[in-house]
């Protein structure tokens, strides 16, 4: 098993001796019915243009059967299928109530033979090698209880010569951007989730996982030392968030 990281221990309950995969499951069940509305209301719609960027990099590929990683309500999966009409895009989750909203999206969309929503651990993915053309996660390899264990996966189901594309959030490196980040992570954001009757948890998790994460650098040479070639990051937002792309080697 690949080694636990410092960012591996955050976890959403603190006073919870479940494990941490036990324990974001729960924490996203429990804000499944306004985590949509959340993410739009508290980035102001930018992390719309965050995805269709990220998802623009497997154009040339022309990806014809994609795995959304920690597929949440869908919103990636339904914003991949609109950009690049592949096949199908099959998407998984561990949260059952955050995939029952998905499947309700889906199904208003009349997308329901192209977007399959299934339970599923990104740690130990129920399918074959080989079998993905592309593999894309949208804010989710964070909660991942063992992060190198989850890109492992995602290599092995990757065809080789497929993509990997990560959107994830990333701490500012300039200092008055930084610190701005910060007040409004560690402060604004849980009481606003306050506010909305959310779980406060859930969003000073989000910033405690966060500032956990190894970013930029630091995580290309984690996908480097797993296995993946052609590894690179993009920073967007004055840093607030990074794409990261990798290829398993042909």
């Known amino acids: 098993m ?7 221990h955050i976890t959403p309950f603190k006073d919870s001796q479940k494990p941490k995969k036990e324990q974001v499951a729960e924490m996203f069940d429990r804000i499944a019915d306004r985590y ?8 102001a719609r930018t992390d719309i243009g965050w995805r269709k ?14 795995l959304d990683i920690a597929t949440g309500t869908g919103d990636m999966a339904l914003m991949a299928y609109k950009m690049l009409n592949p ?6 989750d561990i949260s059952a109530q955050m995939l029952e909203v998905g499947r309700k999206k889906i199904e208003k969309e009349g997308l329901g033979d192209k977007i399959e929503l299934q339970g599923g651990d990104s740690e130990t993915i129920n399918f074959a090698e080989n079998t993905f053309d592309a593999v894309m996660a949208a804010f989710g390899v964070r909660n991942f209880e063992n992060l190198e264990k989850g890109l492992t996966e995602m290599l092995r189901v ?6 990997l594309v990560i959107l994830e959030f990333s701490t500012p490196k ?10 409004y992570m560690g402060i604004v954001a849980p009481q606003v989730a306050r506010w909305f009757r959310q779980n406060k ?12 994460f190894p970013d ?11 296995g993946y070639s052609d590894t690179r990051f993009k920073s967007l937002s004055l840093g607030i968030c990074c794409i990261y792309t990798g290829r398993k080697p042909v």
């Open 2 to 8: 690949s080694n636990p990281l410092p960012h591996d």
């Open 36 to 43: 949509d509305f959340m993410n739009r209301f508290l980035s």
């Open 53 to 66: 960027k990220a998802i623009r990099i497997l154009k040339k590929d022309k990806p014809q059967l994609i």
């Open 87 to 92: 096949a199908k895009i099959v998407g998984i």
């Open 158 to 163: 990757l065809k080789p010569g497929g993509q």
């Open 174 to 183: 300039r200092k008055a951007v930084r610190g701005l980040y910060n007040l």
């Open 201 to 212: 948890e859930a969003y000073q998790y989000l910033n405690e996982s966060s500032n956990a």
């Open 216 to 226: 930029r650098q630091l995580l290309v040479d984690i996908l480097n030392k797993i």
